[in-house]
C-alpha cells in the first residue's frame, strides 16, 4: 500500500503540465464553463431523467442525443453547448437509457460472470498463470468502477477484451482427466456364425 502511494506520488510529481491541468479541471466542482467534469454531472443528470421516464425499455439504442435536449434544462444545454453526446458518460447509466433495466442487467450480469469467474479460478490452490489472473481482476474491477464516469460498450477494444478474459477463463479452468477406459476401442476378429445345429 504504501508503495502504491509512493508510485503516485511519484507519478503526479513528475507528470506533465497537460496531465496535471486535467486533473484539475475534472476535479474541479466550481467552474462555470463546461469543463469534463461538469459536462459530465449534467449529462448524469439529463441521462436520470431519461431513465426515470422511460425505467423499462429505455429511450432506444442510439437515442440518447436525438433525446436529451428534452431532458435538459436550459442552463445544461447552454453549459453543454452544440456538442454531440452519444450518451451520459456513465454506462450504467447509458445502459438504462439505451436499454431500460434489461439493458442494465444485463451489463450487470456479464461484469458479475467476469468477476466471479475470475474469482472462483483465484481461489483454486496451484492455478496455473495467477499473475494473469490477478491481472485480469484488477482490470475489470477498475473496468467496472471507470463505466461510473465512462461510457465504452460501444468500441471495439472493449468487447475485444471480454473475449480475452473468456478465452483466460477457458484456459484456467479445470478439468476432469478424461477416463481412458470409456474411449478404449478394440478391434476383434471378425468370426464366421456358427452353423446351426
Known sequence: VVGLVLLVTLSLALAPDS???RLGTTLDFQQRAATS????IILLRVGLRMAQDHP???VGIGRFDDTMNEYATPRERQLLGFDVYEASHNQYVAALNDG???ALAAIL???AEILLGLHRRLRRPNVPKRYLLLAFAAFWWAQAAHFFVEWQLARELFWFLVGLTGAV???????QPENKENHTFVMQ???PP???G
Open 19 to 21: 496531465v496535471t491541468r
Open 37 to 40: 467534469n461538469s459536462s459530465r
Open 56 to 58: 423499462l425499455v429505455g
Open 100 to 102: 431500460g433495466i434489461v
Open 109 to 111: 450480469w456479464l461484469l
Open 169 to 175: 477463463l477457458y484456459l484456467t479452468e479445470e478439468r
Open 189 to 191: 476378429p471378425l468370426r
Open 194 to 196: 456358427s452353423p446351426a
